[in-house]
T-cell receptor, first 114, second 114 residues
Framework: DGGITQSPKYLFRKEGQNVTLSCEQNLNHDAMYWYRQDPGQGLRLIYYSQIVNDFQKGDIAEGYSVSREKKESFPLTVTSAQKNPTAFYLC?????????????FGPGTRLTVL | KNQVEQSPQSLIILEGKNCTLQCNYTVSPFSNLRWYKQDTGRGPVSLTIMTFSENTKSNGRYTATLDADTKQSSLHITASQLSDSASYICVVRGVTGGGNKLTFGTGTQLKVEL
Protein backbone atom coordinates (compact mmCIF):
# COMPACT_ATOMS: atom_id res chain seq x y z
CA ASP A 1 0.00 0.00 0.00
CA GLY A 2 2.93 2.28 -0.73
CA GLY A 3 3.63 3.80 2.68
CA ILE A 4 0.12 5.11 3.22
CA THR A 5 -1.87 3.95 6.20
CA GLN A 6 -5.54 4.44 6.91
CA SER A 7 -7.39 3.72 10.10
CA PRO A 8 -9.62 2.22 11.11
CA LYS A 9 -10.22 -0.44 8.46
CA TYR A 10 -13.88 -0.69 9.42
CA LEU A 11 -15.96 2.02 11.06
CA PHE A 12 -19.54 2.02 12.18
CA ARG A 13 -21.45 5.19 12.91
CA LYS A 14 -24.88 6.04 14.11
CA GLU A 15 -26.87 8.57 12.17
CA GLY A 16 -26.19 12.12 13.32
CA GLN A 17 -22.64 11.44 14.47
CA ASN A 18 -19.46 12.90 13.04
CA VAL A 19 -16.57 10.52 12.46
CA THR A 20 -12.96 11.12 11.50
CA LEU A 21 -10.96 8.86 9.21
CA SER A 22 -7.21 8.88 9.55
CA CYS A 23 -4.69 8.97 6.70
CA GLU A 24 -0.92 9.08 7.18
CA GLN A 25 1.87 8.82 4.61
CA ASN A 26 5.63 8.49 4.96
CA LEU A 27 6.44 8.99 1.28
CA ASN A 28 7.26 12.69 1.67
CA HIS A 29 4.55 13.49 -0.86
CA ASP A 30 3.25 17.04 -1.05
CA ALA A 31 -0.22 16.18 -2.33
CA MET A 32 -2.87 14.11 -0.60
CA TYR A 33 -6.37 13.16 -1.65
CA TRP A 34 -9.59 11.64 -0.36
CA TYR A 35 -11.85 9.58 -2.57
CA ARG A 36 -15.13 7.84 -2.08
CA GLN A 37 -15.88 4.53 -3.80
CA ASP A 38 -19.41 3.20 -4.24
CA PRO A 39 -20.46 -0.01 -6.01
CA GLY A 40 -20.76 0.44 -9.75
CA GLN A 41 -19.18 3.89 -9.69
CA GLY A 42 -15.72 5.19 -10.31
CA LEU A 43 -13.76 6.80 -7.51
CA ARG A 44 -14.96 10.33 -6.78
CA LEU A 45 -12.74 13.05 -5.37
CA ILE A 46 -13.85 14.56 -2.05
CA TYR A 47 -10.96 16.86 -1.12
CA TYR A 48 -7.33 17.30 -2.00
CA SER A 49 -4.39 19.18 -0.57
CA GLN A 50 -1.17 20.23 -2.29
CA ILE A 51 0.49 21.92 0.65
CA VAL A 52 0.22 22.10 4.42
CA ASN A 53 -2.60 24.29 5.70
CA ASP A 54 -4.28 24.43 2.31
CA PHE A 55 -6.87 22.18 0.67
CA GLN A 56 -9.38 22.30 -2.15
CA LYS A 57 -12.85 20.86 -2.62
CA GLY A 58 -13.26 18.01 -5.04
CA ASP A 59 -16.37 16.93 -6.86
CA ILE A 60 -18.38 15.77 -3.82
CA ALA A 61 -17.16 17.83 -0.84
CA GLU A 62 -20.56 18.52 0.71
CA GLY A 63 -20.88 16.93 4.14
CA TYR A 64 -17.13 16.39 4.52
CA SER A 65 -14.31 18.39 6.06
CA VAL A 66 -10.52 17.98 6.11
CA SER A 67 -7.43 19.49 7.66
CA ARG A 68 -3.76 19.45 6.69
CA GLU A 69 -1.76 20.56 9.70
CA LYS A 70 1.16 18.27 8.89
CA LYS A 71 2.59 17.12 5.59
CA GLU A 72 2.20 13.49 6.61
CA SER A 73 -1.42 13.62 7.74
CA PHE A 74 -4.72 14.40 6.02
CA PRO A 75 -7.70 13.36 8.18
CA LEU A 76 -11.23 13.34 6.77
CA THR A 77 -14.28 14.09 8.90
CA VAL A 78 -17.61 12.76 7.72
CA THR A 79 -20.20 15.04 9.24
CA SER A 80 -23.85 14.45 10.00
CA ALA A 81 -24.63 16.65 6.99
CA GLN A 82 -23.47 13.90 4.63
CA LYS A 83 -26.73 12.27 3.60
CA ASN A 84 -25.39 8.93 2.41
CA PRO A 85 -22.04 8.33 4.08
CA THR A 86 -21.91 4.54 3.83
CA ALA A 87 -19.05 3.86 1.40
CA PHE A 88 -15.44 2.79 1.01
CA TYR A 89 -13.07 5.71 1.56
CA LEU A 90 -9.63 5.81 -0.02
CA CYS A 91 -6.79 8.16 0.75
CA UNK A 92 -3.99 8.74 -1.76
CA UNK A 93 -0.83 10.78 -2.08
CA UNK A 94 1.47 11.90 -4.87
CA UNK A 95 4.33 14.18 -5.76
CA UNK A 96 3.29 17.39 -7.46
CA UNK A 97 5.68 17.62 -10.39
CA UNK A 98 6.46 15.27 -13.26
CA UNK A 99 4.39 13.85 -16.07
CA UNK A 100 3.68 10.53 -14.41
CA UNK A 101 2.62 11.95 -11.08
CA UNK A 102 1.25 8.64 -9.87
CA UNK A 103 -1.14 8.53 -6.94
CA UNK A 104 -0.42 5.89 -4.33
CA PHE A 105 -3.45 4.62 -2.45
CA GLY A 106 -3.95 3.51 1.12
CA PRO A 107 -5.82 0.32 2.09
CA GLY A 108 -9.12 2.12 2.61
CA THR A 109 -11.69 2.53 5.38
CA ARG A 110 -15.15 1.05 5.05
CA LEU A 111 -17.68 3.27 6.78
CA THR A 112 -21.13 1.93 7.60
CA VAL A 113 -23.90 4.06 9.01
CA LEU A 114 -26.27 2.11 11.23
CA LYS B 1 -17.76 16.11 -19.78
CA ASN B 2 -14.71 13.95 -19.11
CA GLN B 3 -15.65 10.29 -19.03
CA VAL B 4 -13.93 6.92 -18.87
CA GLU B 5 -15.89 3.85 -19.91
CA GLN B 6 -14.70 0.31 -19.35
CA SER B 7 -15.86 -2.97 -20.79
CA PRO B 8 -16.81 -5.57 -20.01
CA GLN B 9 -18.28 -4.77 -16.62
CA SER B 10 -17.37 -8.26 -15.42
CA LEU B 11 -15.54 -11.25 -16.80
CA ILE B 12 -14.98 -14.85 -15.75
CA ILE B 13 -12.13 -16.84 -17.28
CA LEU B 14 -10.36 -20.11 -16.59
CA GLU B 15 -6.92 -20.13 -15.06
CA GLY B 16 -4.20 -20.05 -17.69
CA LYS B 17 -6.33 -18.26 -20.28
CA ASN B 18 -5.68 -14.78 -21.65
CA CYS B 19 -8.09 -11.87 -21.55
CA THR B 20 -8.33 -8.28 -22.73
CA LEU B 21 -10.05 -5.42 -20.96
CA GLN B 22 -11.11 -2.27 -22.76
CA CYS B 23 -11.12 1.40 -21.83
CA ASN B 24 -12.54 4.30 -23.87
CA TYR B 25 -12.17 7.87 -22.72
CA THR B 26 -13.24 11.38 -23.65
CA VAL B 27 -10.83 13.26 -21.39
CA SER B 28 -9.27 16.20 -23.19
CA PRO B 29 -6.66 17.51 -23.17
CA PHE B 30 -5.04 14.22 -22.28
CA SER B 31 -1.98 13.79 -20.09
CA ASN B 32 -1.67 10.12 -19.27
CA LEU B 33 -3.60 6.90 -18.73
CA ARG B 34 -3.11 4.43 -15.94
CA TRP B 35 -4.38 0.97 -15.19
CA TYR B 36 -4.84 0.00 -11.57
CA LYS B 37 -5.57 -3.37 -9.98
CA GLN B 38 -7.80 -3.33 -6.93
CA ASP B 39 -8.25 -6.41 -4.78
CA THR B 40 -11.52 -6.62 -2.86
CA GLY B 41 -11.45 -4.38 0.19
CA ARG B 42 -8.04 -2.92 -0.65
CA GLY B 43 -6.67 0.20 -2.27
CA PRO B 44 -5.83 0.29 -6.00
CA VAL B 45 -2.28 -0.55 -7.05
CA SER B 46 -0.76 0.84 -10.24
CA LEU B 47 0.02 -1.59 -13.06
CA THR B 48 1.04 0.72 -15.90
CA ILE B 49 1.14 4.40 -16.77
CA MET B 50 1.31 5.70 -20.36
CA THR B 51 1.52 9.12 -21.93
CA PHE B 52 0.11 9.92 -25.38
CA SER B 53 3.42 9.10 -27.05
CA GLU B 54 3.53 5.55 -25.65
CA ASN B 55 1.67 2.84 -27.54
CA THR B 56 2.36 -0.10 -25.30
CA LYS B 57 3.77 -0.85 -21.88
CA SER B 58 4.25 -4.15 -20.10
CA ASN B 59 4.44 -5.15 -16.46
CA GLY B 60 5.04 -8.88 -16.24
CA ARG B 61 1.96 -10.66 -17.57
CA TYR B 62 0.12 -7.35 -17.97
CA THR B 63 0.40 -5.41 -21.23
CA ALA B 64 -1.37 -2.13 -21.79
CA THR B 65 -1.87 -0.46 -25.15
CA LEU B 66 -2.91 3.08 -25.93
CA ASP B 67 -4.31 4.65 -29.09
CA ALA B 68 -4.47 8.35 -28.35
CA ASP B 69 -6.09 9.09 -31.71
CA THR B 70 -9.14 6.93 -31.03
CA LYS B 71 -8.93 7.50 -27.26
CA GLN B 72 -8.85 3.81 -26.50
CA SER B 73 -6.73 1.63 -24.26
CA SER B 74 -6.65 -2.05 -23.52
CA LEU B 75 -5.14 -4.20 -20.80
CA HIS B 76 -4.12 -7.70 -21.83
CA ILE B 77 -3.52 -10.33 -19.19
CA THR B 78 -1.54 -13.36 -20.26
CA ALA B 79 -1.70 -16.80 -18.67
CA SER B 80 -4.12 -15.72 -15.97
CA GLN B 81 -3.71 -16.82 -12.37
CA LEU B 82 -6.18 -17.06 -9.52
CA SER B 83 -4.48 -14.05 -7.95
CA ASP B 84 -5.49 -11.95 -10.97
CA SER B 85 -9.06 -11.97 -9.65
CA ALA B 86 -9.69 -8.31 -8.90
CA SER B 87 -11.18 -5.13 -10.26
CA TYR B 88 -9.15 -3.40 -12.97
CA ILE B 89 -9.61 0.33 -13.14
CA CYS B 90 -8.70 2.62 -16.02
CA VAL B 91 -7.81 6.14 -14.92
CA VAL B 92 -7.17 9.09 -17.22
CA ARG B 93 -5.40 12.25 -16.18
CA GLY B 94 -6.34 15.43 -17.95
CA VAL B 95 -4.23 18.54 -18.22
CA THR B 96 -5.61 21.06 -15.76
CA GLY B 97 -4.51 24.36 -14.35
CA GLY B 98 -4.07 22.97 -10.86
CA GLY B 99 -4.46 19.89 -8.80
CA ASN B 100 -4.14 16.40 -10.17
CA LYS B 101 -7.45 15.83 -11.90
CA LEU B 102 -8.11 12.17 -12.55
CA THR B 103 -11.18 10.60 -14.13
CA PHE B 104 -11.82 7.04 -13.01
CA GLY B 105 -13.60 4.30 -14.87
CA THR B 106 -15.99 2.04 -12.99
CA GLY B 107 -13.71 -0.94 -13.41
CA THR B 108 -13.88 -4.44 -14.87
CA GLN B 109 -14.40 -7.14 -12.28
CA LEU B 110 -12.30 -10.14 -13.31
CA LYS B 111 -12.71 -13.56 -11.76
CA VAL B 112 -10.26 -16.34 -12.59
CA GLU B 113 -11.51 -19.85 -11.88
CA LEU B 114 -9.95 -23.28 -11.84
Amino acid sequence: DGGITQSPKYLFRKEGQNVTLSCEQNLNHDAMYWYRQDPGQGLRLIYYSQIVNDFQKGDIAEGYSVSREKKESFPLTVTSAQKNPTAFYLCASSILSGNYNEQFFGPGTRLTVL
Amino acid sequence: KNQVEQSPQSLIILEGKNCTLQCNYTVSPFSNLRWYKQDTGRGPVSLTIMTFSENTKSNGRYTATLDADTKQSSLHITASQLSDSASYICVVRGVTGGGNKLTFGTGTQLKVEL
